[in-house]
T-cell receptor, first 112, second 115 residues
């Protein structure tokens, strides 16, 4: 089954404790992206990747890092999480940058 | 920067009626638009897309209309069913330079279907 898988689905942690949210897709897609979803603000893009070893900042990249060492994986790294990064996070992938994106089921992060 | 917006934050429709969800966009350079459906606890799900060289595109029970003159996008759902209850987002693909594209989402419209 074609899918985008995120882990963990839920995480409660404390300020400053580094964390990584993994994202994997099995569709051989070149384009991958991370979004955060907050009430009243909709979905905002954090980072995206056009292909392996190519990453670019989205609209809200501050406080986040990503890497794209393999085509299927696109982890989101919070080096020093802060409470304002409490949010619902979605990973997505698509065949190219101009195509419908397939989304994972989300990761709910709570930073205390 | 330019953004995608929605006219109505909530919409209640009787089961069996048609639903129309509207979206305004402001980036005249956008050439690709997508509608997504998001059910509670799930990620956005692709419904239908349209490129700027088209005015209308139909899918199964859904139709997207694009009016480039007034920068307006709409999603029509025929014979709305309880399973259509969700939040609907429009999104535009924006050229962010050097061949890269970013997807910018609207705030969303919540569709509630009354049985």
């Amino acid at each position: 089954e074609a899918q985008v898988t995120q882990n963990p689905r839920y995480l409660i942690t404390v300020t400053g404790k580094k964390l990584t949210v993994t994202c994997s897709q099995n569709m051989n897609h070149e384009y991958m992206s991370w979004y955060r979803q907050d009430p009243g603000l909709g979905l905002r893009q954090i980072y995206y990747s056009m292909n392996v070893e190519v990453t670019d900042k989205g609209d809200v990249p501050e406080g986040y890092k990503v890497s794209r060492k393999e085509k299927r994986n696109f982890p989101l790294i919070l080096e020093s999480p802060s409470p304002n990064q409490t949010s619902l996070y979605f990973c997505a992938s698509s065949r190219g940058s101009q195509g419908p994106q397939h989304f994972g089921d989300g990761t709910r992060l709570s930073i205390l | 920067g330019e953004s995608v917006g929605l006219h109505l934050p909530t919409l209640s429709v009787q089961e069996g009626d048609n639903s129309i969800i509207n979206c305004a966009y402001s980036n005249s350079a956008s050439d690709y638009f997508i509608w997504y459906k998001q059910e509670s606890g799930k990620g956005p799900q692709f419904i239908i897309d349209i490129r700027s060289n088209m005015d209308k595109r139909q899918g199964q029970r859904v139709t997207v209309l694009l009016n480039k003159t007034v920068k307006h996008l709409s999603l029509q759902i025929a014979a709305t069913q309880p399973g259509d209850s969700a939040v609907y987002f429009c999104a535009e693909n924006t050229n962010s330079g050097a061949g890269s594209y970013q997807l910018t989402f609207g705030k969303g419209t919540k569709l509630s279907v009354i049985p």
